[in-house]
Structures are given as structure tokens and as C-alpha cells.
């Protein structure tokens, strides 16, 4: 550990001001900050700004991405109208058309849906599906439902949902797209019961819009002091999802990362260090890892420690580290570097978030989140309910006292 607890503190507390601010309808106003929108641009270039301030090379890589804005959507029925949700990125609807009911894959190959709203739910519906080709992780199950609606052609899709345990929000959107050309909405299984309550054809309106757009991906390194014994990356994601202050996700880890690069920032030791604030986490286009990756991917055998910070400092919690590809030694060196700190612990491995992208390729890393991601913090994610007043300050400087003294002491 270096420096008084006070420019400790002094430090930090600007990086939290920053980042909370917005939540408290402060100057910089990045609140809610999906990929595409002028508050996620502005993000990246105070992240930019602030690592070419402590001293670090900075790298800025462009990329093209998509901006979602929707409207109040409904559907429409000789007595009944409910509103609909449209699907993040759907394309705009506004039509009179037949419909059927699908609940499973087998049920949806023998299902003529050509120019029919087809509504989805039950086991079919089960859970949110990963995007179209998402590079990191694409379930067959999923592959199969989208080939499965390639070939069935449906006008529009309706999922019928409720809650999950990887999202916050209830009902939550099947579809999560930019490049799904089919436009979805989804309602939960009151509004759908309400629905059938109605007679004959359905109106389907669904308000959505995408626009292109641009972003960034910032980098900032540090080579090591003398002859480079490989890397250490620490990285937060930075963007949000539509609908959401994103306070515990990720203001907090990227609080945490901002603190923690200030720190390091005379670091003399022998990894080059990469601090990157991910700009895509939650987007399904995941534009910032795919650019870090086409950038630096052919790096990831240099890197000798990779540390995720998603979602930590959330109250009533500890600070919960779970290992991925860490040989016997290196277990032994985290259970000495938690001891020293009261509110860390080992956490049960959880792979999601950017350290997936690290954990595949067999690259050592360390996740850093809140011992209650599970059952608490995941309820809120996403939803307007995730905002500063469930952050604890005093549990992320602690987050920061981990994150540096393992960097330190790696
Ligand atoms: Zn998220």
C-alpha cells in the first residue's frame, strides 16, 4: 500500500464523484450510457482523458455501432389492448395480422407462421437468448430457435416472459439484437392472458428505432519497469444498458478501476500493466471486446493475470473474488492477498461478464464482484431500481486496497 489514507480517499473520491454524479443529476451526466448514445462517447472521453492525466498510454480504438430509441407499443384486439415491450433494436411494426401461440422448438417446426405475429412462451421462452453469432459464447439451443424462425418467417414475434435469474428486469426481452431483422416485442403473462380475452386479428404496433452510431475503446498502459516478465490487465465495463443508471453495474467498478489506475500509476514493477474500461458489456454487439480483440487479442499469451471488476461495493455485502486458471502457487498467493483484507472473500466462480472472454482462452484471472451478485445485485441490473444508493464507498476503497495490492504483489 502507498500514500496517506487521505490522498487515498482524496483520489478516489474524485473518480466516485465522477461516476456518480450523474445519478444525483450532477455535471457530467453520464447516467445511463448504452453503446451509441452521446452520453456513452462523453464517458469514454473523460476515461481517456483522466488515464493520459495519471501518465498512461492511452489508445483510442473507433468503432460503428447501434443506437436503440423506442416508444409506448401496444397490441390491439376486439376487446383487449395491452402494452408491449419492444425488443432492444427491433425494427419499427404497425400491422392487423393472424396469430399463433408456439411453446416449444418441435411445436415452431411444424407451425406456419409465414406473415403471423407468432407469440413465444413457455419452455421455448425460457430464457433471454444470446444474440445472433455472439463470438463468445452461442448455445445451440439458441442456434436452433434462430434457425428455426429464419425458416418459419414470422411477421413479428411476441415473447410471453417473466423473471430470470440473470436479469433484472420482469418481463424481460427474448430477443436482445442489433442485427435480428424480425421485429420482437415481448409482455409478461398477465397482460397475455388479458390478450386472449379479445377476438380475431391482432394490431401489433411496435414504436423502435436504431440509428448507426460511433464509439470508442480506451486503453491505457504502462510498460513494465525494466525487462517485461508479461502483462496484467484490470478492466470494468463502462457502458449500461437502456433503462438504467447502471450504478452497481458498472459505476462501481469502474469507480474502482479509476482509483486503482490512479495508484498504480507510478507503479515500478516487472508486467506491463493494461487498464481497460470495456465499452459493451451490455451490448449485444459487444463492440469494445470485439475491437480490444482484434487489436490485442494475439497479446492474451502475454497476460499473466487478468482481473474483472463488475458490480462490487454493493451494501450489506463483502467483496467476493473468484479464481479461474490459477495454478496451485498462485491460489495459495490469493488466499494470502484476501487475508489481508476483512471485507474480501473467495467467491464462487461465475463465468459471465468480459472475464469470460479471458477464462476460455486459459489466461489466469481473478473476477472481483459483491457476495451478493446472485441473490441480490442481478434483481436489480438493468432496471431503474440500480442507482448509487445502494453502492457502499467504504467497501469499494477496500475493493481498491485488493486490486492494488494484488497487482503490487503479483
Ligand atoms: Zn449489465
Excluded at 462523453?42 to 498510454?57: K, P, Q, S
Excluded at 475503446?217 to 438504467?244: L, N, P, W
Excluded at 507503479?267 to 451490448?283: H, K, M, Q, T, W
Aim: aromatic share 10%; glycine share 8%; net charge negative.
Amino acid at each position: 500500500m502507498s500514500g496517506s489514507i487521505h490522498s487515498k480517499a482524496a483520489l478516489f473520491l474524485a473518480a466516485w464523484f465522477v461516476w456518480s454524479s450523474a445519478a444525483r443529476g450532477g455535471i457530467f451526466e453520464f447516467g445511463e450510457r448504452p453503446l451509441g448514445t452521446e452520453a456513452n462517447r462523453n464517458a469514454a472521453e473523460y476515461l481517456a482523458t483522466e488515464a493520459e492525466r495519471m501518465g498512461y498510454e492511452v489508445t483510442r480504438l473507433p468503432f460503428k455501432c447501434a443506437r436503440w430509441v423506442k416508444g409506448p407499443s401496444f397490441l390491439d384486439r376486439e376487446g383487449a389492448r395491452v402494452e408491449v415491450f419492444p425488443g432492444p433494436f427491433s425494427p419499427a411494426y404497425d400491422k392487423w395480422c393472424d396469430a399463433v401461440l408456439v411453446t416449444s422448438t418441435q411445436q415452431l417446426k411444424r407451425t406456419k407462421c409465414e406473415g403471423k405475429i407468432v407469440f413465444l412462451r413457455g419452455p421455448i421462452a425460457k430464457e433471454p437468448l444470446m444474440p445472433l453469432d455472439y463470438p463468445f459464447y452461442f448455445p445451440e439451443r439458441h442456434k436452433e430457435i434462430y434457425a428455426l424462425l429464419d425458416e418459419r418467417k414470422p411477421a413479428a414475434i411476441v415473447a410471453v416472459t417473466g423473471k430470470h435469474p440473470a436479469c433484472g428486469l420482469e418481463p424481460y426481452p427474448l430477443f436482445d439484437d442489433a442485427s435480428f431483422k424480425i421485429p420482437t416485442g415481448y409482455l409478461d403473462a398477465a397482460a397475455m392472458d388479458r390478450l386472449l380475452e379479445g377476438r380475431g386479428k391482432m394490431r401489433l404496433m411496435l414504436d423502435s428505432k436504431s440509428f448507426p452510431e460511433t464509439g470508442e475503446q480506451v486503453v491505457a498502459r504502462k510498460k513494465a519497469a525494466g525487462a517485461s516478465q508479461g502483462k496484467i490487465v484490470v478492466f470494468a465495463h463502462m457502458d449500461t444498458a437502456y433503462g438504467t443508471q447502471g450504478a452497481l453495474d458498472n459505476s462501481a467498478g469502474v469507480a474502482v478501476l479509476l482509483a486503482a489506475m490512479a495508484r498504480l500509476k507510478n507503479y515500478a514493477g516487472p508486467y506491463d500493466l493494461e487498464f481497460i474500461p470495456f465499452n459493451g458489456e451490455d451490448s449485444p454487439m459487444v463492440k469494445g471486446e470485439t475491437t480490444y480483440l482484434a487489436r490485442y487479442g494475439r497479446e492474451l499469451s502475454d497476460i499473466q493475470l487478468a482481473i474483472n471488476i463488475f458490480a462490487p461495493g454493493a451494501k450489506g455485502s463483502q467483496t467476493a473474488v473468484s479464481a479461474y486458471n490459477l495454478d496451485e502457487d498462485r491460489q495459495t498467493w490469493l488466499d494470502g492477498e484476501i487475508a489481508k483484507h476483512p471485507q474480501v472473500k473467495r467467491g464462487p466462480e461465475w463465468v459471465e461478464s468480459d472475464h469470460s472472454i479471458f477464462v476460455f482462452q486459459g489466461v489466469p484471472c481473478l473476477a472481483v464482484t459483491s457476495s451478493n451478485l446472485r441473490d441480490t445485485v442481478m434483481a436489480v441490473t438493468h432496471t431503474p431500481r440500480d442507482t448509487i444508493d445502494l453502492v457502499d464507498r467504504n467497501l469499494l476503497l477496500e475493493t481498491v486496497d485488493f486490486i492494488v495490492d494484488a497487482v503490487n504483489e503479483f
